[in-house]
C-alpha cells in the first residue's frame, strides 16, 4: 500500500510525520464505508513504515470530522442484515485497533464539530490539541445506539474517568474543549491559527526522539491495560532492555560524556 497516496482522505508526508485529514469539508468531513476501510488498512500498513515515525490528523474546513455520513452510512445500515451490520462495526472497531497498534505516536488536532466516528478517533490518538471552537460528541445514543462503539466504553474512561465518560455516553452531549482540557482529554487548547502549527511542532519533537524507544513506549500503553502490576513491571523491564542494546541508547550516552545534544536515528 502507498501510504502517501490515499483515495479517501488527504495525506502529506514530510519530515517523518504524515498529515490526513478527512477530505469532505463541505459535508463537515463525514465517514464513508470507503474512507472507513482506507483509515483501517493505511494504519494497519503504517506499523511497516521506515519513513513515517509521528501522524496529525488536522481538521479541514474548521472542522475535524461529523462522524458516520447520514446518507452514505446511516441509512445503508438501516437496511443491512444483522451478519452484514456485525461486520461493519468489526470494521470499524478495526481502525481504532489499528490506530492503537499502529507502532507510531498519532496526534488529532481538533477544530469544530468532532462527533461520532471522528471523537472516536481523537479518542484513540495518543495526544489531542483543540481549539476553543472544538465540540467533541460521543453521541450514538442520540440516533438510538450504545454509547458502546468502538471501543469508547473501555478507552474514554480511562482518559476521562468513568463518571464523566457516562456523562458523555449516556447524554451524547458535546464536551466543550475548556471541559476537554479540564478532564484531560486533550493535551492543550491553542488558537485556530495555531492549531496545525502546534501540532506538527509538538510532531517534530517526537519525531527527533529516539523513534524506536517511542514505537515500544506505544506498544507498552497499549498492552499493559490488560496486565497485573508484576506483569507490566516485568513487560517494562524487557522493553527497556531492548531499547538497551539499540543504537539511539549508546548515542545518548556518548553526547552526555561530549557535553552535546543527541543525534537520534531510532535504531
Not at 444483522?82 to 468489526?90: D, V
Request: include cysteine.
Amino acid at each position: 500500500m502507498d501510504l502517501s497516496k490515499p483515495q479517501h482522505f488527504r495525506c502529506e508526508i514530510t519530515g517523518g510525520i504524515a498529515r490526513i485529514a478527512h477530505d469532505r469539508p463541505e459535508r463537515k468531513n463525514p465517514f464513508t464505508f470507503d474512507s472507513y476501510a482506507e483509515l483501517r488498512d493505511w494504519f494497519r500498513a503504517l506499523v511497516y513504515s521506515d519513513d513515517i515515525h509521528a501522524v496529525v490528523i488536522l481538521p479541514n474546513g474548521g472542522n475535524f470530522s461529523s462522524g458516520g455520513d447520514v446518507h452514505d452510512i446511516i441509512g445503508p445500515l438501516t437496511r443491512m442484515s444483522m451478519k452484514e451490520l456485525l461486520t461493519f462495526t468489526r470494521m470499524t472497531g478495526d481502525l481504532v485497533k489499528a490506530m492503537i497498534g499502529c507502532g507510531k505516536p498519532v496526534i488529532a488536532a481538533v477544530d469544530g464539530v468532532c462527533a461520532g466516528a471522528g471523537a472516536i478517533m481523537a479518542m484513540a490518538s495518543d495526544l489531542r490539541l483543540a481549539t476553543p471552537e472544538a465540540k467533541t460528541a460521543f453521541l450514538f445514543n442520540r440516533v438510538g445506539l450504545a454509547g458502546c462503539d468502538m471501543g469508547a466504553c473501555a478507552i474514554l474512561p480511562r482518559i476521562i474517568g468513568q463518571g464523566r465518560a457516562a456523562d458523555l455516553l449516556y447524554n451524547g452531549r458535546a464536551m466543550s474543549a475548556a471541559e476537554g482540557e479540564a478532564w484531560g482529554f486533550f493535551n492543550r487548547v491553542v488558537e485556530a491559527d495555531a492549531l496545525e502549527a502546534e501540532a506538527i511542532k509538538l510532531a517534530e519533537r517526537i519525531v527527533a526522539g529516539p523513534t524506536f524507544a517511542n514505537s515500544m513506549t506505544k506498544t507498552m500503553l497499549a498492552q499493559e491495560w490488560s496486565m497485573s502490576l508484576e506483569q507490566a513491571i516485568e513487560a517494562e523491564a524487557q522493553a527497556q532492555a531492548i531499547c538497551m542494546q539499540g543504537n539511539d541508547f549508546r548515542r545518548a550516552y556518548d553526547a552526555f560524556v561530549a557535553k552535546e545534544k543527541p543525534v537520534f536515528e531510532g535504531d
